[in-house]
Nanobody, 124 residues
């Protein structure tokens, strides 16, 4: 099993920055695509940004965050990051880390894991 623990959320003024981290632990052969989703009150969960195991992020950003947010990962640390700059009140949401994992060599399927979420609040 894989556990994902997010950190770095908080309260920030509009125009400010935050950096979210998500560390994976547990027995896993390979972490494949990792990413960040968010859910604002009354809205559906949406993809914010994702990054493949090889570091590819093209076409994996929500239009609303392009140019402001950057996703990255450190495979040795099993950690994915989300650098959020020029934050806006509409970025306020609970941010969830997601990881697709191959649990053992030759596994036919990958499993999907979620973190518990971290609150990001942007004041105007």
């Amino acid at each position: 099993q894989v556990q994902l623990v997010e950190s770095g959320g908080g309260l920030v003024q509009a125009g400010g920055s935050l950096r979210l981290s998500c560390a994976a632990s547990g027995s896993v052969f390979r972490l494949n695509t990792m990413g960040w989703y968010r859910q604002a009150p009354g809205k559906q969960r949406e993809l914010v940004a994702a990054i493949t195991s090889g570091g590819i992020t093209n076409y994996n950003y929500a239009d609303s965050v392009k140019g402001r947010f950057t996703v990255s990962r450190d495979n040795a640390k099993k950690t994915v990051y989300l650098q959020m700059n020029s934050l806006k009140p509409e970025d306020t949401a609970v941010y969830y880390c997601n990881a697709a994992a191959t649990l053992f060599p030759g596994a036919e399927y990958e499993y999907d894991y979620w973190g518990q979420g971290t609150q990001v609040t942007v004041s105007s």
